[in-house]
Nanobody, 114 residues
Framework: QVQLVESGGGLVQPGGSLRLSCAAS????????VGWYRQAPGRQRELVAS???????NYADSVKGRFTIARDNAKNTVYLQMNSLKAEDTGVYLC????????WGQGTQVTVSS
């Protein structure tokens, strides 16, 4: 059983930056895909960014050019660098890893507000 623990969320002003981290209890190298999802109040959970084992990335249109996903297999950690944050980026950000099974973290709250 793999545990995923997110950190790095918080309150930030519009235009600011945050870096989220997702630490895995085991090797993330075996994940076929790692990703970040966002759950905003009253909205469905949506994919923000994902990365395959080979390094192919995919981003939601709303975050392209502002967010960057990265993985450090040596540290068993996945990152989400978020720049030029907007109020609509507010939500709980959850880390996801897929092998055959799917694993989720508990989430970290990101609030973008002045």
């Amino acid at each position: 059983q793999v545990q995923l623990v997110e950190s790095g969320g918080g309150l930030v002003q519009p235009g600011g930056s945050l870096r989220l981290s997702c630490a895995a209890s085991g090797s993330i190298a075996r994940f076929n895909t790692v990703g970040w999802y966002r759950q905003a109040p009253g909205r469905q959970r949506e994919l923000v960014a994902s990365m395959t084992r080979s390094g192919t990335t995919n981003y939601a249109d709303s975050v392209k050019g502002r967010f960057t996903i990265a993985r450090d297999n040596a540290k068993n950690t996945v990152y989400l660098q978020m720049n030029s944050l907007k109020a609509e980026d507010t939500g709980v950000y959850l880390c996801n890893g897929r092998i055959i099974a799917e694993y989720w973290g508990q989430g970290t709250q990101v609030t973008v507000s002045s």
